[in-house]
């Protein structure tokens, strides 16, 4: 028990005490899992949309498939994401592998499937003739789009949370595509794997801490940006 | 004639099954036409075809002014209000003046133009509330004051009063009929329902099948039937054949004025024989169901006394009441080419 009471203080001490390479570690996270959900959002929205919206041969596969990835196991994507980027690989004469950028490929990657299967149930459950009912208001068909979209925000910005709820808490992939390098692609969580399997167990709770703080402060914007212009029902 | 809105030749195919054939269809400015018809005969489809919306494979020409228009032109011409009021998250007087908004006017523009539209029709008190928490009948009107609010040369109403109750759905007709009175909008009212069509529209179009079987004045239309379909539409659901009545050519009457008596005792008119299958008592009278050679007939009447099922009866109507019908089932308009609605009242 005084093992956890005194990585608690230790852990508060430090993050008041405001030691750098904690909030190098911080900021780099952040930006890696934010441009990762920003990455699967621009790419999740739109395809969610097509697929609630349009009939095609395939529909339900498409659905399925994304359902599916939203339980992928974050280490068959960093197995995958590393095979590609490898030396060896498709795509190893980039040389991404154990970069930033490779992280945010694999994060994207994790997140994208929940986003369109998030955005996909968001629009369905709009009425089926919202579109039609906008359009018939004079709407062209990207502007009703638009009001649709503005329509489900609510669904729309869970998906964001889902998404980046997932990608900033994963640790499989980060670890796999990006190497846990200091200074360069350690994160919180490769971050606190390692100070736990050292035994520096402030340190890790330390990290726990800020991730903890991350996700509430992000869900807080989010949530504070949806509510924003809804009227409290009487 | 001038036409505001209308159609030639008309076509619409899903999965190579054509749903809707219209020849062609005008509808003057300040003048409303109602299309009746019964469940699945294509009256919606005829609505968003006329203004392209949806996914249907469209052929033929809608016609603005007289002159083909594309989707775009359709698009800046046209309100529609669909038979569920689809409201957007927010307040009401941001609901009204979502129509506005979407054409790109802005927001407070939108705001001054939309609130005397809420006003003519009733909801201008319920300005701040919820667009979620209003009653039917509420959010159709805030539906109809946010399509009348983009000032539409052509307003779409497909089935806007299905969903309320009688009571709501007379106020609501008479408010609207008052507000339509006074524009230069053409109207199309999409419809199963004859007493919306009597008291919108002066002109009236008996839509059966995806054809259009009959169109004309409404007060005509409703109370002369082309053929037994275009009959049971509207209300003359008796249909008797010659052998029946031992008169050439199809004959039809409204329950309400067929009577079921012991003894014939018309002097003039129609008398069927049959047996009573049913009475079934209803809140303003009695509906006596009675099996005859020509099938059942349903009579409705101030009372059933003394009648019991298996009693044989005679059917009689009045020689005014009944009305003549076209034998071919498949008879096209009635009226002569092109139809046209023109404002007449």
Redo the contacts between chains.
């Keep these: 028990m005084d093992v956890l009471v005194d990585g608690f203080v230790q852990a508060v001490r430090l993050l008041l005490g405001g030691d750098p390479a904690t909030w190098a570690i911080t900021a780099l996270t952040l930006r890696i899992s934010l441009t990762a959900t920003l990455i699967a959002a621009l790419v999740g929205v739109p395809v969610g949309a097509a697929v609630a919206l349009t009939a095609f041969r395939g529909r339900r596969v498409v659905l399925a498939a994304a359902n599916t990835g939203m339980g992928m196991p974050p280490v068959v994507v960093g197995l995958f994401v590393t095979v590609l980027l490898w030396r060896s690989g498709p795509l190893g004469a980039f040389g991404l592998l154990y970069t930033p950028t490779a992280m945010i490929i694999a994060q994207a990657a994790i997140a994208t499937p929940i986003v369109v299967a998030l955005v996909a149930t968001a629009v369905q459950q709009v009425?089926p003739?919202?579109m039609?009912?906008?359009?018939?208001?004079?709407?062209?068909r990207l502007?009703?789009l638009a009001?649709l979209l503005?329509?489900a925000r609510l669904p729309l910005l869970a998906a964001a949370m889902a998404a980046f709820g997932a990608v900033v808490s994963e640790v499989g992939a980060a670890q796999m595509v990006g190497g846990n390098l200091a200074g360069q692609t350690r994160v919180l969580t490769t971050a606190a794997v390692l100070a736990t399997s050292r035994g520096e167990f402030a340190l890790a709770i330390a990290f726990g801490l800020i991730l903890l703080v991350i996700a509430f402060a992000v869900n807080l914007v989010l949530t504070l940006a949806g509510q924003h212009?809804?009227?409290?029902?009487? | 004639m001038t036409s505001r809105i209308g159609c030639q030749d008309l076509r619409v195919t899903v999965r190579g099954r054509e749903l809707l054939h219209v020849d062609r269809l005008d509808v003057a400015p300040g003048a409303a036409l109602a299309v009746l018809g019964p469940n699945g005969a294509g009256k919606s489809t005829l609505l968003?075809a006329l203004?392209r919306?949806?996914r249907y494979g469209v052929t033929g020409d809608v016609l603005l002014d007289g002159h083909p228009a594309d989707p775009?032109e359709l698009?800046?011409a046209?309100?529609?209000?669909?038979q569920?009021p689809?409201l957007?998250?927010?307040?009401v007087r941001a609901n009204a003046a979502?129509?506005l908004r979407?054409?790109g006017v802005g927001r407070a523009e939108s705001a001054r133009r939309s609130a005397p539209w809420l006003d003519a029709l009733g909801v201008g008190h319920l300005g701040d509330?919820?667009a979620?928490?209003l009653s039917g009948g509420e959010a159709q009107r805030v539906a109809l004051a946010?399509?009348l609010a983009?000032s539409p040369r052509v307003l779409?109403l497909d089935e806007p009063f299905a969903g309320l109750d009688a009571t709501t759905r007379t106020d609501l007709l008479a408010d609207l009929r008052a507000v339509l009175d006074g524009l230069d909008t053409a109207t199309v009212l999409v419809t199963h329902d004859r007493h919306e069509a009597r008291a919108l529209a002066a002109e009236t179009a008996l839509l059966v099948a995806g054809r259009i079987r009959q169109l004309g004045p409404t007060a005509h239309v409703l109370d002369h039937p082309a053929d037994a379909a275009c009959a049971r539409l509207v209300g003359y659901s008796n249909v008797l054949p010659p052998a029946v009545t031992g008169r050439p050519g199809l004959l039809a009457a409204r329950p309400e004025t067929c009577r079921v008596s012991t003894d014939r005792y018309l002097v003039s008119g129609l008398a069927v024989r049959g047996t009573v299958r049913r009475i079934v008592p209803l809140g303003g009278g009695t509906r006596v169901d009675v099996d005859t050679p020509a099938g059942t007939l349903a009579c409705l009447g101030p009372g059933g006394d003394g009648l019991e099922p298996g009693r044989a009866v005679v059917v009689t109507v009045a020689e005014t009441d009944v009305r003549a019908l076209e034998t071919d089932d498949l008879a096209p308009a009635t009226r002569g080419d092109p139809a046209s609605v023109g404002r007449s009242g």
């Design positions: 009425d003739d919202f039609v009912q906008m359009q018939g208001l004079g709407a062209g502007r009703a009001a503005a329509e212009r809804s009227v409290p029902a009487r | 968003r203004a919306l949806g775009r698009r800046r046209v309100a529609a209000v669909l569920r689809i957007r998250r927010g307040t979502a129509g979407l054409r509330r919820d979620r928490t946010r399509a983009v779409l």
